[in-house]
Nanobody, 120 residues
């Protein structure tokens, strides 16, 4: 099994920054992709940013130029640096990881979620 532990959420004023971190622990053979999703009240989770094992990143249009995802290779940890935050970024942010544990099967895991609130 794999556990994803998130940290770094909180309350911040508009225009300020926050950094989210997600650390994966467990018997991981290889990382396929890790990333961040967010969920607004009453809405489905949406992609924010992802980082593949090969180093390819992807961002939602709404965060391009403001958010940066990075990975600490040795620790299966990803960080999401969020700059120039807006009230519309307020949501619960979830880390998701897809890994190969054994063989060739890919397993998917979610973190518990961390609240990000941006005040105007």
């Amino acid at each position: 099994q794999v556990q994803l532990v998130e940290s770094g959420g909180g309350l911040v004023q508009e225009g300020r920054s926050l950094r989210l971190s997600c650390a994966a622990s467990g018997s991981i053979s290889s990382l396929i992709v890790m990333g961040w999703y967010r969920q607004f009240p009453g809405k489905q989770r949406e992609l924010v940013a992802t980082f593949t094992g090969g180093g390819v990143t992807d961002y939602a249009d709404s965060v391009k130029g403001r958010f940066t995802i990075s990975r600490h290779n040795a620790k299966n940890t990803v960080h999401l640096q969020m700059n120039s935050l807006k009230p519309e970024d307020t949501a619960v942010y979830y880390c998701k990881g897809s890994f190969i544990l054994t063989g060739l099967e890919v397993s998917h895991y979610w973190g518990q979620g961390t609240q990000v609130t941006v005040s105007s």
